[in-house]
T-cell receptor, first 114, second 119 residues
Framework: AQSVTQPDIHITVSEGASLELRCNYS??????LFWYVQSPGQGLQLLLK??????LVQGIKGFEAEFKRSQSSFNLRKPSVHWSDAAEYFC????????????FGRGTSLIVHP | GAVVSQHPSRVICKSGTSVKIECRSL??????MFWYRQFPKQSLMLMAT?????????EQGVEKDKFLINHASLTLSTLTVTSAHPEDSSFYIC???????????????FGEGSRLTVL
């Protein structure tokens, strides 16, 4: 079974600073990987996804993530954070050829200081 | 993108009453929908998989008699919390796969969530 680890519960950055949120996964084959964002009291919105091909994927709102098979990681990055990026971020892994029910990490809460 | 709508967004009820939450796929047909529960500052806990025209599949530890799931059509799944108690207070989120878009990859489209408060 697949699993996802988001080692950081909280991340605090200043507005305009760069951001990297970490995600490590465990899965025996090439996974499908996702990053979702959740604003307070809202559902989840897909930021980006990796299925195959180019390991650097671009998403919405200026986010990108890089799939590194050797490190089993799929870290989310943004070069310059805006105050509106403050939210909860979830990494998820979907199994290939299986039940395709994704497994979510516990989430990382992003706090943005002005 | 695919749109999933959830209603109501907030509901307050008295202990012992039942509450129904609806989840609709607005622009696609969803044979499968998923219901999650989220505690404050925690991740999503999958409660059950809702299957159109058949019984829902519940995750271990989830009481099927407490959380009734009905998937009567290809665009609607409902979660009914029966005889609700304060410990059932939580944020409930539904999601669905869009078979036209990443349906077999695990990509999900989420509703807005429903905040249930049981007094």
């Amino acid at each position: 079974a697949q699993s996802v680890t988001q080692p950081d519960i909280h991340i605090t950055v200043s507005e305009g600073a760069s951001l990297e949120l970490r995600c490590n996964y465990s899965y025996g084959a090439t996974p499908y990987l996702f990053w979702y964002v959740q604003s307070p009291g809202q559902g989840l919105q897909l930021l980006l996804k990796y299925f195959s091909g180019d390991t650097l994927v671009q998403g919405i709102k200026g986010f990108e993530a890089e799939f590194k098979r050797s490190q089993s990681s799929f870290n989310l990055r943004k070069p310059s954070v805006h105050w509106s990026d403050a939210a909860e971020y979830f990494c998820a892994v979907g199994a290939t050829g299986g039940s395709y029910i994704p497994t979510f990490g516990r989430g990382t809460s992003l706090i943005v200081h002005p | 993108g695919a749109v999933v709508s959830q209603h109501p967004s907030r509901v307050i009820c008295k202990s012992g009453t039942s509450v129904k939450i609806e989840c609709r796929s607005l622009d696609f047909q969803a044979t499968t929908m998923f219901w999650y529960r989220q505690f404050p500052k925690q991740s999503l806990m999958l409660m059950a998989t809702s299957n159109e025209g058949s019984k829902a599949t519940y995750e271990q530890g989830v009481e099927k008699d407490k959380f009734l799931i009905n998937h009567a059509s290809l665009t609607l799944s409902t979660l009914t919390v029966t005889s609700a108690h304060p410990e059932d207070s939580s944020f409930y989120i539904c999601s669905a796969r869009d078979p036209r878009r990443g349906g077999d990859t695990g990509e999900l489209f989420f509703g807005e969530g429903s905040r249930l408060t049981v007094l």
